[in-house]
């Protein structure tokens, strides 16, 4: 079992940047793909990126290259999401997730097992 606890969030104007992080319980930390989704008011979740256990070969949605990076800090369990340049459109409430392979994340939403309970941004214009 992994329980994963979003913070961070928060009112930021456009343009700004914001970090968020994700606190994951349990020993086995390296050997979970970590990802991060969001989902705005009447919009499907969306994948916004995700690592693999290593951390090597972050991938990201389009709208988030070249904006957000994901990073993994090992000793405290935490991985996180940097995001600058923000825009109006990127308020949503983000979410991150864990799985046993970084496909689950990029391609079988349906299968993520454990997800945190969300922290909202909000980008002003």
């Known amino acids: 079992q992994v329980q994963l606890v979003e913070s961070g969030g928060g009112l930021v104007q456009a343009g700004g940047s914001l970090r968020l992080s994700c606190a994951a319980s349990?020993?086995?930390?390296?050997?979970?793909?970590m990802g991060w989704f969001r989902q705005a008011p009447g919009k499907e979740r969306e994948f916004v990126g995700a690592?693999?256990?290593?951390?090597?070969?972050?991938t990201y949605a389009d709208f988030a290259k070249g904006r957000f990076t994901i990073s993994r800090d090992y000793a405290t369990n935490t991985v996180y999401l940097e995001m600058n340049s923000l825009k109006p459109e990127d308020t949503a409430v983000y979410y991150c997730?864990?799985?046993?392979?970084?496909?689950?994340?990029?391609?079988?939403?349906?299968?993520?097992?454990?997800w945190g309970q969300g922290t909202q941004v909000t980008v002003s214009s």
């Open positions: 690592t693999s256990g290593s951390g090597a070969s972050p």
């Open positions: 997730a864990a799985a046993n392979a970084l496909v689950v994340i990029t391609r079988h939403v349906r299968l993520i097992k454990f």
């Open positions: 349990g020993r086995t930390f390296s050997s979970y793909a």
